[in-house]
Nanobody, 122 residues
Framework: QLQASGGGLVQTGDSLRLSCQASGFIFSFYGMGWFRQAPGKEREFVAFISGSGTMPFYANSVKGRFTISRDNDKNTGYLQMNSLKPEDTAVYYC?????????????????WGQGTLVTVSS
């Protein structure tokens, strides 16, 4: 089970940190990803980090502004979002995958959180 939190309403240029609390599985064995879905759009990849906390990957749209991290001792993952833009407005989902090299598609992942809404006003 994954529980995402930390979303909210912010202004352009602001920062937010999303958290993802994992339970019911060995968190460190799973890579963790963040996806987002804006109204009327498909769910899209945002970032991924391996189970050990190395090898972060980012979508081009967030590279340099977002940072993915994790604390396996706390079974928690994070997404630090800086310099937010209105186009970052979406429901953000945390997700976990056990194996496989593909990371960019929702079908690559096994566990999903319920989502947390991020709204960036202009």
């Amino acid at each position: 089970q994954l529980q995402a939190s930390g979303g909210g309403l912010v202004q352009t240029g602001d920062s937010l940190r999303l958290s993802c609390q994992a339970s019911g599985f060995i968190f460190s064995f799973y890579g963790m990803g963040w996806f987002r879905q804006a109204p009327g759009k498909e769910r899209e990849f945002v970032a991924f980090i391996s189970g050990s906390g190395t090898m972060p990957f980012y979508a081009n749209s967030v590279k340099g502004r977002f940072t993915i991290s994790r604390d396996n001792d706390k079974n928690t993952g994070y997404l630090q979002m800086n310099s937010l833009k209105p186009e970052d407005t979406a429901v953000y989902y945390c997700t976990a995958k056990a194996s496989g090299s593909s990371i960019y598609y929702p079908t690559d992942y096994l566990y999903w959180g319920q989502g947390t809404l991020v709204t960036v006003s202009s």
